[in-house]
Each structure stands twice: as structure tokens, then as C-alpha cells.
């Protein structure tokens, strides 16, 4: 996947045909459907983000949300930014190739589709994928969703040549206001993926597979049901250190993420990031300065993934 080139005029247009004909972005979820779309059905499914002719400098960047309780509507915030997001990492020359993963996290214990993993595009077709995704708005009600059986997934099931080729590291971005499960469950993984491991595998151990491939984020948006919550932020953080950012304004969650990529890839800093906000007429300069603040003060050589993580992480045993 991930070859095509974005059209903002492709866009545009199948955003006025919608708005003609009352037909929503989210057609499939709205539609009733309560069982995952077999486009985005993770289920013994692999996710590639390769270069190609078109595309000679692929990097990968997956953005995963909740989409439980009030987290429900990030995905129709996300659509409806996403010219912005791609105006700012290719027009502005944040990343040369840019291939774009939407997903979606439930819980795994009590939902009917708890992942929902779209492919790896540069083109129009990652819109397609935001449209395919169900919009539960579940969840266990207990502040802890399977998180981590998505950390899973990008570390077991994904193959990127930015990391492959080049030892860089994509981005994983994943947008919530909940805490992980301690353990990713044996039994979860063969429901839910079909791998067949012989023991549970904790939550830490993950997170290091995932991060062997991905500078991993985790964002936290105001207006969800646990926005501020140090709880959350302190088990975040615990976990990923600067990486964890909270975002002030839902309607920034874009922006936020276009400028972490092109901190990360050291081709803006915080401050002409900030004046390209203002140039594309986005009104969330304030929320995205406060956000990176810290994560740009920590230095692009920890957020960039320039060198692999250290290896030995990822050895799992399946039956």
C-alpha cells in the first residue's frame, strides 16, 4: 500500500458530494454496522509502509484513537483536519513521503470490535479508511481500554522500510484519555489478531516492541472524559516519558501531530512550525506551542528516531 498522491481537490469533492446528498463520512458506522469493516479488520492482517518509484522516501505514521465514550468523536475531527495535516508534513516539507495509518481502540474485554487497523496510504484512500471505522463508543467504564493489544498489533504486524532501509523509526500517535491493560492477554491476541502465543505478555515489554519501530506518542485531548487526569498522564508518562502530551484543544490534535513529525524529522523547529500554523490560516498556534513545548525542549534527537531502539525486546513465544 501507500502509493497515490493526496488530492485536496479529491477531497474537497467528495465532501461536497456528501453534504448534497446528506450521505455522512462515516456511512459505514452509521449505517449500524457493529462488526469491523474487512478493509480494516486486523485478524491474521499485516500493515506495510514501502517506498516505491513514487514515493522513494516512505515514513510510516500511525495515528490510533479511542473511539469509547466521549473519545468517539476524535475520528470525525480527524476528518475533517485531514488537508491540513497533509498541507503541513508535504507542502511545508515536514516529511518528503508521508504514508498515513488510521486505527481505532476499543476494550477488548466487553466491545464488538476492539481494533480496527486501516493501511498505510499516501493518498485519498486513508480518508476511505477514517469513513470504514466504527464509531462504538463503549468501553469498559473501569479508565483502562486495550490499548496495548494496539501496541501489539504495530509491533508484531507491521513492516516499514523508513526503518527497514533507513534504521529510522516512524510514528506511532496514539490519541486517548484511558489506561492500558498491565498485560497484553494470550487469549485476546488469538480473538482479536489470530496469533497463538503460549503466555501473556506485559504491558512494558510491549511498548519496547513498538518502540523498536516507532518514536510512540500518546495524546490527551481536552473535552474527553478523563482530559487533565494526572492518574492518566502519570501511568503515560511513566511509560513514555516527554512523549506523553496533553492537547488543549481537540481541534489541534492535527496540527499537534503534523509538528511533532517534523520536530522528530528535524526539518522545522517549534517556532517556524508555529508561524506555518498562522500561514494556513490554523487558529490552534497556542494549544500546539503549549503541547511541544516540552517535547521540543527534550531535543529532536530523542523524539526523531534517528538510530534504532536496542534490540532483544521482541522475542515472543507462540504455540
Known amino acids: 500500500m501507500g502509493s497515490g498522491i493526496w488530492s485536496t481537490d479529491v477531497y474537497d469533492a467528495a465532501d461536497r458530494y456528501r453534504r448534497s446528498t446528506g450521505t455522512s463520512a462515516f456511512a459505514y458506522s452509521d449505517s449500524g454496522a457493529r462488526t469491523v469493516h474487512p478493509a480494516l479488520d486486523p485478524r491474521d492482517a499485516h500493515r506495510e509502509s514501502r517506498d516505491s518509484a513514487e514515493h522513494p522516501e516512505s515514513l510510516a505514521i500511525a495515528v490510533l484513537f479511542d473511539v469509547t465514550g466521549s473519545m468517539r468523536n476524535v475520528p470525525k475531527v480527524l476528518q475533517q483536519k485531514l488537508p491540513k495535516l497533509l498541507g503541513l508534513l508535504q507542502r511545508k516539507g515536514y516529511a518528503r513521503d508521508p504514508q498515513i495509518m488510521f486505527g481505532a481502540i476499543g476494550d477488548a474485554t466487553c466491545d464488538r470490535v476492539p481494533l480496527q487497523i486501516g493501511q498505510f496510504e499516501s493518498d485519498n484512500r486513508m480518508d476511505d479508511d477514517l469513513g470504514r471505522i466504527v464509531l462504538e463508543g463503549g468501553g469498559g467504564g473501569q479508565q483502562t481500554e486495550s490499548y496495548e493489544l494496539a501496541l501489539y498489533f504495530m509491533a508484531h504486524h507491521t513492516s516499514i522500510d523508513c526503518y527497514e532501509k533507513r534504521g529510522r523509526r516512524g510514528y506511532l500517535f496514539i490519541i486517548g484519555d484511558e489506561l492500558a491493560y498491565q498485560r497484553v492477554k494470550a487469549r485476546e491476541v488469538g480473538q482479536v489478531i489470530g496469533d497463538r502465543l503460549a503466555d501473556d ?64 524529522e528535524g526539518t522545522v523547529d517549534l517556532d517556524t ?11 490552534a498556534t497556542r494549544t500546539v506551542s503549549k503541547a511541544l513545548a516540552k517535547v521540543d525542549a527534550a531535543g529532536r534527537t530523542v523524539t526523531g528516531g534517528r538510530l534504532p531502539a536496542p534490540r532483544g525486546t521482541d522475542r515472543i513465544t507462540r504455540l
Request: net charge negative; proline share 3%.
Open 273 to 283: 512550525g508555529l508561524r506555518d500554523l498562522a500561514d494556513v490560516g490554523s487558529a
Open 201 to 264: 505478555l506485559p504491558l512494558r515489554q510491549v511498548v519496547a516492541q513498538a518502540q523498536r519501530l516507532y518514536d510512540v506518542y500518546y495524546l490527551l485531548p481536552a473535552g474527553s472524559s478523563y482530559a487533565g487526569s494526572r492518574t492518566v498522564l502519570d501511568f503515560w508518562r511513566d511509560l513514555l516519558g516527554q512523549n506523553t502530551v496533553e492537547v488543549d484543544d481537540l481541534d489541534a490534535v492535527c496540527e499537534t501531530i503534523a509538528l511533532t513529525v517534523g520536530l522528530g
